[in-house]
């Protein structure tokens, strides 16, 4: 009997320390510990696995006070500091956290093998929804001065801010988003090739989600220009002129999008957990020899 005991130890221990480990990264004006829950599906379907909920500065306030900049750059500090990260993992961001993750990839070249994005801004936020969950004295400043240096620095929302009516400002004058998205007439082919060493890029965005807006973002479709409407993926200048590889990724199958339908709060959450085990967790199925 105690030999048995110990035998279902040693495999157990043996078995569980290979997966691969995963990083998370939570949304805006929120915390780490918004992602406690899904750390803890993932922990129990992978057992021994080795998750990290990263924060930035003080969590929430920092969240959307600080530029995604700034944020990118101490979330790379934080993972490269990591020894238990050092041979590779997973990684997933959710929402505001998807532009920090994928940022963190191009511009850190960290060692990912598939990357996750939960109802992510890849083409950036443009409506009063998502700005409701900034407190009021901050959303007049990004609707009226959103490209003003002094709002990016100051205000993360700002950086992935896309006015339809104003792209071409926005595609000089906004900080982040179409840097990572080699929107720019310079653009850096680190990011591509980063982007091209994937496993696979997954993207998911529900179709009741309240807060997002256009909620295609999360699948890389922004509103085509001086219009509210949601431009066609192939039609998109991304797709066409494969920016960051992602037309590319499409072509070798290492490109996966889902629809979930949940409310933005709730995706990482309880409501969300029979969609995300189904089909979200086989990409964390996966270990490092
Ligand atoms: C991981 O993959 C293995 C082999 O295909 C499968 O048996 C197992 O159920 C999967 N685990 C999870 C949590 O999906
Ligand atoms: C491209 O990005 C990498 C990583 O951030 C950076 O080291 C490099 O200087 C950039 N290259 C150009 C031409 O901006
Ligand atoms: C463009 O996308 C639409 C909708 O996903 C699809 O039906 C169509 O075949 C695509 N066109 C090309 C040229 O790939």
Not at 75 to 99: A, E, H, P, W
Not at 142 to 153: H, S
Not at 160 to 183: A, G, S, V
Not at 254 to 263: A, P
């Amino acid at each position: 009997m105690i030999r048995l005991v110990f035998l279902l130890f040693i495999t157990t221990v043996l078995s569980s320390s290979i997966y691969r480990p995963v990083v998370l990264m939570h949304g805006i004006v929120s915390s780490a510990d918004d992602m406690n829950e899904l750390a803890s599906w993932i922990r129990t379907s992978f057992p021994g696995i080795y998750v990290v909920s990263i924060e930035i500065g003080n969590g929430k306030d920092d969240s959307f006070l600080w530029s995604i900049e700034k944020q990118v750059e101490h979330f790379c500090k934080t993972v490269l500091d990591d020894k238990n990260l050092r041979q590779g993992f997973n990684m997933l961001g959710y929402s505001q956290g998807s532009i920090i993750v994928r940022g963190a990839l191009e511009k850190c070249s960290l060692p990912v093998y598939n990357l996750i994005t939960l109802s992510g801004v890849h083409q950036g936020v443009f409506g009063l929804p998502y700005l409701l969950k900034l407190p009021i004295q901050f959303r007049d400043l990004i609707t009226k001065y959103a490209y003003e240096d002094a709002i990016q620095n100051v205000i993360s929302v700002a950086n992935y801010w896309r006015d339809p009516d104003q792209l071409n400002k926005y595609t000089t004058d906004c900080h982040f988003l179409p840097d990572i998205n080699n929107e720019r007439k310079i653009q850096n082919e680190t990011y591509r090739t980063n982007m091209l060493k994937l496993n696979a890029f997954v993207m998911t965005y529900s179709d009741i989600d309240e807060i997002v807006t256009p909620r295609h973002s999360g699948w890389f479709m922004g509103y085509a220009p001086n219009s509210l409407h949601v431009e066609t993926w192939n039609n998109s200048r991304q797709f066409k002129e494969d920016l960051i590889g992602l037309r590319t990724l499409w072509e070798q199958g290492k490109l996966y999008t889902f629809t979930s339908h949940v409310r933005h709060q709730d995706v990482p959450h309880a409501p969300n957990q029979d969609f995300i085990i189904q089909n979200i967790f086989p990409f964390f199925n996966n270990t490092l020899s």
